[in-house]
């Protein structure tokens, strides 16, 4: 190998690993963003969900500067086989990690009209729906940078206990609106807000599917355990 040859695999390593430290770091954001919402309804401060909807525009911007290190690197590095697979899941990932953040927004959103009702207790349940999908994020963006495939398969598989959990506050927020009229807006936001974070795992195994097919080469493609989801009965 020449050392212009040489050189060039250095500066596209070094390229590519400044970008998927970028993407680590927008999808930290991303998660602290979810957990910064839903400390928001625990304590119905409509001021704090109105901070979350703020910060939501760096993340916006960090995935432009992304989308444009991708488009620096296709141009002047040509990648070819496995590194172009590396350079497309980039920006895949990274757009996946920019809907979660508006996910995380949207949370918040319904916090500031749900602050100003009263309290319900099934509120509570979006806690543990949000942590089920906080470490899904943080599982598969440590097998992103460590370029896990076993690990990004196991969160793609263990996407099934967000589905269940947010299939359990689904029927517990029925219950509560058909129980008392007077719950049904509350829950309703609540519901919103439930499906806002089962959508955040879903794009976790998104990023998971990048990852298998960035190292094996291959689609993820096998049928995934499915519980009887209420939205197809």
């Known amino acids: 190998m020449t050392k212009s040859t040489d050189h060039i695999i250095k500066s596209y390593d070094t390229e590519l690993a400044r970008l998927t430290g970028e993407i680590a770091r927008m999808g930290e954001l991303s998660v602290k963003q979810l957990e910064a919402a839903i ?119 263990d996407d099934v206990h967000v589905d269940e959990g947010y299939d359990a506050l689904f029927r517990e927020l029925l219950t509560y609106m058909m129980e008392d009229p007077r719950n049904i807006t509350p829950c309703t936001h609540l519901l919103f807000m439930a499906k806002n974070i089962e959508r955040i795992g879903d794009h976790a195994t998104n990023i998971a599917e990048n990852i298998w097919f960035v190292v094996r080469g291959e689609p993820l493609d096998e049928p995934r355990a499915r519980q009887d989801r209420i939205e197809d009965k």
């Open 39 to 157: 400390d928001a309804v625990e304590r119905r401060d409509a001021r704090a969900a109105r901070q979350v909807l703020d910060n939501d525009d760096t993340i916006d911007a960090m995935e432009q500067e992304i989308s444009h290190g991708v488009v620096r690197l296709l141009a002047l590095r040509a990648p070819m086989a496995g590194d172009l697979r590396a350079v497309f899941a980039a920006l895949r990932v990274a757009s996946d990690i920019e809907r979660i953040g508006d996910y995380a927004a949207n949370v918040a959103k319904r916090t500031i009209p749900l602050a100003t009702l009263a309290p319900v207790a099934p509120a509570h349940g979006l806690l543990h729906l949000s942590q089920l999908a906080a470490v899904a994020v943080r599982k598969v963006l440590k097998a992103y940078v460590e370029s896990d495939a076993d690990n990004a398969y196991q969160v793609w598989r």
